[in-house]
């Protein structure tokens, strides 16, 4: 399970980045489990590609532990985010990347529920938890880039804005204005979807 | 402030409060709009309505675990320093490069008499020509015979050089028969009828008005050369040296 996000690094993850400075694999690759769902997620949401995502996500792996001496303290998370999102970004402009399609990419070869339905549900309830949240993967996938890596980092990866904001490169300003944005154009998108949440809510008015 | 442009100045707060990042003055200014305004409360459970939907999406189980199967080779700080060391070196090459460029352009055009035209040239010689015929007349003394100087005047000249002066010659059809008579001197379309530049040279008086030429030493232009080439080479050769086992990891 994630630790909870936005946080500095503890003291175990300053010990590990020590130790893997040192040379010591073992303390890397404990830092490589606890984040490497949400290492995945950013390069998923952002390439919309699983197979380019997990490419995307080992090299930004590799690339952290090489470059292990730069990490100067802070947040580890957003250390090693900002190295998945740079080299996303980087796949995003190469003019030889071809764009899949995110629907089929997304549900290729997994259960109807998709892998990330929720186990304890009802049937129909995952089936309805899937509908829900293709839809939403699809109505994020429309969004502009920058919109999208931010909508990822603040609501997927439930981060703050400053931490968006170095992860992105971003001003605060800047920040605001695309999630702000992102959202407006959401809420057009996925309309249908909450609106029936909040009829669901007040069945009485 | 237009109504329009005020409402989206709201709707931008609505988001940060629904995020829960406004605070203080942008809060209490917020809940005073909130108060009276019913399409900003609408806007606000809207908004929250899509964070709702946002967040409650759970993130994607890794197809694999993604722990590095080997110790790749770690950038350390000396390296680091190397990198910075040799981009440093790189543009001090380039500009080294940039200046021998520069200095050998210059040499190239000052040789060359870059601009100048035949016109110019002819104006140069006629001058030169002029001085060496008042040299002869009023300053220099009489050459007794067999001496050098008498020598060079006696008619026993290379051919190369009197060819262009001879009585039938390009150069002469202009002049009058009397040699104490300068007469017409060549026009700039008579100049390509004139033998080479370095012939030109040996006639009395043309050396002297190319005293920068043929002063014997080395000019600054030339030391500068020659220090900008050596300096290019050195840090060519460090930059080669440095790269040559490969670029230094990023």
């Known amino acids: 399970m994630p630790t909870p996000p936005s946080e500095p690094a503890s003291d175990q993850e300053r010990d590990w980045a020590f130790q893997a400075r040192a040379g010591n694999l073992v303390a890397f690759n404990a830092i490589v489990e606890r984040y490497q769902q949400f290492a995945y997620n950013l390069a998923l949401r952002l390439l919309r590609d699983p197979s380019l995502a997990e490419d995307v996500t080992q090299e930004a792996f590799f690339s952290a532990y090489r470059n292990i001496a730069s990490y100067r303290g802070g947040s580890l998370k957003s250390w090693l985010l900002a190295i998945v999102a740079n080299r996303a970004h980087d796949l995003l402009r190469s003019p030889a990347r071809t764009r899949t399609s995110s629907l089929e990419a997304y549900t290729e070869g997994g259960d109807p529920g998709g892998p990330w339905a929720h186990p304890d549900r009802l049937p129909d309830e995952q089936a309805e938890q899937a509908e829900t949240s293709r839809l939403v993967r699809d109505a994020v996938d429309q969004l502009p880039d920058n919109q999208r890596m931010l909508i990822t980092l603040v609501d997927l990866e439930q981060m703050d804005y400053e931490e968006a904001g170095l992860i992105t490169g971003a001003s605060l300003g800047t920040v605001k204005s695309r999630l702000f944005r992102g959202r407006q154009r959401l809420k057009e998108l996925l309309r249908p979807v909450w609106e029936l949440s909040l009829r669901e809510e007040r069945p009485s008015s | ?250």
């Open chain 2, 1 to 250: 402030m237009s109504i329009f442009s005020r409402h989206t100045a709201y709707e931008r707060l609505v988001t940060e409060h629904v995020d829960g990042v406004l605070g203080g003055a942008g809060e209490a200014r917020l809940q005073q709009h909130l108060a009276t305004c019913a399409s900003c409360v609408v806007e606000m459970r809207e908004q929250q309505a899509v964070r709702s939907l946002l967040r409650a999406e759970a993130l994607m189980p890794t197809p694999r675990s993604f722990a590095l199967p080997y110790a790749p080779r770690q950038a350390t700080a000396g390296n680091s320093r190397m990198t910075e060391w040799l981009r440093s070196m790189q543009v001090a090459t380039a500009t080294a490069a940039v200046v021998l460029v520069a200095l050998v352009g210059v040499s190239v055009v000052n040789q060359t008499g870059g601009g100048r035209t035949a016109e110019a040239d002819v104006q140069q010689l006629a001058s030169a020509i002029e001085n060496s015929d008042k040299l002869e007349t009023a300053a220099a003394p009489e050459p007794e015979a067999g001496s050098p100087v008498a020598r060079s005047f006696d008619g026993a000249a290379p051919e190369s050089i009197t060819s262009g002066f001879a009585p039938d010659g390009p150069f002469t059809e202009g002049l009058a028969a009397d040699s104490e008579d300068v007469g017409e001197l060549p026009t700039p379309e008579d100049s390509s009828s004139l033998s080479s530049p370095t012939e030109l040279l040996f006639m009395p008086g043309v050396a002297t008005a190319q005293t920068d030429v043929s002063d014997g030493g080395h000019s600054v232009l030339e030391w500068a050369l020659l220090a900008a080439s050596v300096v290019t080479a050195v840090l060519a050769l460090l930059v080669v040296a440095m790269t040559w086992r490969g670029r230094p990891p990023t």
